[in-house]
């Protein structure tokens, strides 16, 4: 099957600085990428959705400001969490689809600590 | 509004005892149902893509059916490692995906 990878899978950082996850999909071109975070025992709950060479759609009651996505390329979706506080500590999944019979495929996950 | 609903919420079976899962949906104009396994900690991984009413898709133990009401994940004699959170999601017309809530499966040996 198709594969999706993130990066880093596990990060920590101070309260206050910007922390950047990558999202790519490495055997096919993903024209519309996904992103998702994660609390405990609870479903996955989308923030945006992003289409290459355009602004994502993000969710309602997510800050487009705080989550900065960048889809600058077919195989590649970045998600920003500026000046992170320790609520937005959680599981960060992407997405992508336009693999073979559109479906979508996931990427590992990225745990991100605020400290 | 477009909707998933799983159910149950949990699940605990014994090894070798089979059962459903069900997944429940309202959407405007379905592209694709999909159901993926998820382990602790670690991403969605990819299972089926159903697309139509009547479609039906096998992997080992595993069969997902659907309708153009709901979606079942058939689970035959299953073994302690299916354990797992078993998502049920759906792509809509609008290139919206809403998820289910899971079904938290718990295989005893």
């Known amino acids: 099957g198709a594969v999706v990878s993130q990066h880093p899978s596990r990060v920590i950082c101070k309260s206050g600085t910007s922390v950047k996850i990558e999202c790519r999909s490495l055997?096919?071109?993903?024209?519309?990428m996904f992103w998702y975070r994660q609390f405990p025992k609870q479903s996955l709950m989308l923030m945006a959705t992003?289409?290459?060479?355009?602004?994502?759609?993000?969710e309602q009651g997510v800050e487009k400001d705080k989550f900065l996505i960048n889809h600058a390329s077919l195989t590649l979706s970045t998600l920003t969490v500026a000046s992170a506080h320790p609520e937005d500590s959680s599981f960060y999944i992407c997405?992508?689809?336009?693999?073979?019979?559109?479906?979508?495929?996931f990427g590992e996950g990225s745990w991100l600590t605020v400290v | 509004e477009d909707q998933v609903t799983q159910s149950p919420e949990a699940l605990r079976l014994q090894e070798g005892e089979s059962s459903s899962l069900n997944c429940s949906y309202t959407?405007?104009?379905?592209?694709?149902l999909f159901w993926y396994r998820q382990d602790p900690g670690k991403g969605p991984e990819f299972l089926f893509t159903?697309?139509?009413a009547g479609e039906e898709k096998e992997k080992e133990r595993l069969k997902a059916t659907l309708t153009k009401k709901e979606s079942f994940l058939h689970i035959t004699a299953p073994k302690p490692e299916d354990s797992a959170t078993y998502l049920c999601?759906?792509?809509?017309?609008?290139?919206?995906?809403?998820f289910g809530s899971g079904t938290r499966l718990s295989i005893r040996p």
């Open positions: 992003s289409n290459e060479g355009s602004k994502a759609t993000y």
């Open positions: 159903l697309y139509s």
């Open positions: 999601a759906v792509y809509s017309s609008a290139s919206k995906i809403i």
């Open positions: 959407v405007s104009g379905l592209r694709g």
């Open positions: 055997d096919f071109q993903a024209t519309t």
């Open positions: 997405s992508a689809s336009g693999g073979p019979g559109n479906t979508i495929y």
